[in-house]
């Protein structure tokens, strides 16, 4: 990683020049870490709101995601051709426009067309500020730079369904939105004042644009077909139509991903079969925790009859537990290997699920939720920073930062899908997601193929991750991935300029 100047790195993490980078990039990260988790606390009150169906509660999810998953690798190839301070800023104040057109929405249709613009906001931000920091700090401080950011970015994302819960409950559900302008804007302030800019001098070639628009409209078609589904039917010509766009836009996204000269995913990296492995357990992984986000909280609220801050909270012991125990799961799966943790994680989330699909009316945090979801988080804990790791260890160093966000692009794209075809699966067909008697019983089938999911992840681990991973360099050890807390999302590591070489 280079700066774009001829000098290196040269912030420390004990002054207050490296302080100030670090305050910009945590509050810019908590943005798009605080909106992954507090939508979902307020879906039952924006449905009561502005009358909207199940489909438009989906979309108010998926189309955040939707355009973030789409536009991630592309904006991390943006800050290192045009700057990562540049490309940085303009994600913070994108996100905090489209916040506001959240926040001032009159109809479910512009909230959902702003929470697409919201995703793109996302996708430019959310490299740049793992990338600020590998290219700003010296490298002995590079480090400790990256594990404060890890744990201060995790704590923002925790914070998110107490405040979430706490607005909705008081207020309105517009003022989750609203309460982001303010924070933007002390980002940029300080970004602008503080922030070095850098870039790789070594990006070459072309942006893949094709790539982007291509694999954008596969999702959208495939995330479309889905969710009208259970309301048009499967014969529908609206359906078939967008299922069919969607399969030729994934299938086009290949081909020129396999042609172009500079793509923005290099499929020869899926050569390493560990990586390959472990991208389809992050698949299935992801889309199962996609579907425990999305669907916990909501019936906690409609059928459990919890109040939106306390739905807000429930799940908060998975986000405490993942913050104390992944670095000692990423230091366990050093010393034995990543294929046990991997496979028994997924295995005990599984059976925290089974227990999750029980919660009905009437059902007591302490006795009936508190118990699988402390579990869950056990699970979890054990499973993610492993998984990132192997991700990143089973594909030679040089390719560690396109594979991060390849795997954080799986990530994502999993839960995008997940939300769309499970009410589908689920068998809700056109029941309400805010009618407690159609959504008890798909909860409760969602759950259980959510566990599904979990048990093949963790068959595919055990034979797919190998129980060893080859030693890495030395420069190696600083990644992030073993103290990042990664509910929403696998961690982002910057491009190296051998990358792009």
């Not at 670090?22 to 009561?48: C, H, M, Q, R, W």
């Not at 426009?97 to 919201?118: N, T």
Request: hydrophobic share 55%; net charge neutral.
């Amino acid at each position: 990683m280079t700066t774009s100047g001829a000098s290196a790195p040269a912030l420390r993490y004990g002054q207050a020049a490296g302080r100030w980078v670090l305050l910009a990039t945590v509050l810019g990260s908590g943005l798009t870490f605080i909106d992954a988790t507090v939508v979902n606390i307020a879906l039952p009150d924006i449905g009561e709101s502005l009358g909207a169906t199940t489909a438009a509660l989906q979309w108010t999810v998926n189309g955040y995601t939707l355009s973030l998953a789409a536009l991630i690798l592309l904006g991390g190839s943006l800050g290192d051709r045009f700057g990562r301070k540049r490309v940085f800023l303009l994600g913070v104040a994108w996100f905090a426009v489209s916040s506001l057109l959240c926040a001032v929405a009159p109809s479910v249709e512009m909230l959902v067309a702003a929470r697409l613009l919201q995703g793109v906001g996302g996708a430019l931000l959310t490299p740049g500020a793992l990338a600020i920091l590998e290219a700003s700090f010296h490298p002995d401080d590079r480090a400790k730079a990256i594990g404060a950011w890890s744990g201060l970015a995790g704590v923002a994302g925790a914070l998110g369904p107490f405040l979430g819960g706490w607005l909705v409950e008081i207020a309105s559900w517009r003022l989750i939105f609203l309460i982001n302008v303010p924070v933007a804007v002390l980002v940029c302030a300080v970004a602008v004042r503080h922030v070095p800019e850098t870039r790789d001098p070594g990006a070459v070639g072309g942006l893949d644009v094709a790539g982007a628009v291509l694999g954008a409209l596969g999702l959208a078609g495939l995330t479309y077909g889905f969710t009208a589904w259970p309301e048009l039917g499967p014969a529908s010509a609206v359906v078939l139509g967008s299922l069919g766009l969607g399969v030729a836009g994934m299938v086009g996204f290949l081909v020129v991903e396999w042609r172009s000269a500079h793509p923005m995913l290099p499929l020869g990296i899926f050569r390493s079969r560990a990586f390959s492995a472990t991208n389809v357990v992050t698949f299935v992984v992801y889309a199962a925790l996609g579907g425990v986000f999305f669907l916990v909280v909501l019936n906690l609220q409609v059928v459990s009859g919890f109040p939106p801050l306390e739905a807000g909270i429930a799940l908060l012991p998975v986000t405490v537990l993942m913050l104390l125990l992944s670095a000692r799961a990423g230091a366990l799966a050093e010393r034995i290997g990543p294929r046990i943790p991997m496979t028994a994680g997924p295995v005990v989330c599984a059976g925290a699920l089974v227990l999750l699909s029980r919660i009905g009316a009437d059902a007591s945090y302490l006795a009936d939720v508190l118990p699988p979801v402390i579990l869950f988080g056990l699970g979890l804990s054990l499973t993610v920073a492993p998984l990132t790791a192997t991700a990143l260890g089973s594909v030679d160093d040089r390719h560690a930062g396109i594979a991060s966000g390849v795997n954080n692009a799986v990530a994502r794209a999993a839960g995008l899908l997940a939300v769309a075809v499970l009410p589908l699966a689920a068998g809700l067909g056109t029941g309400s997601l805010t009618d407690p008697v159609a959504l008890g019983p798909a909860y409760r089938a969602a759950m259980l193929i959510c566990a599904g999911l979990l048990l093949a992840g963790a068959v595919i681990a055990a034979v797919g991750v190998p129980a060893r991973l080859r030693e890495r360099e030395p420069e190696a050890e600083a990644s992030p991935v073993r103290v990042h807390c990664a509910v929403a999302g696998t961690p982002l590591h910057p491009h190296s300029d051998a990358e792009r070489s």
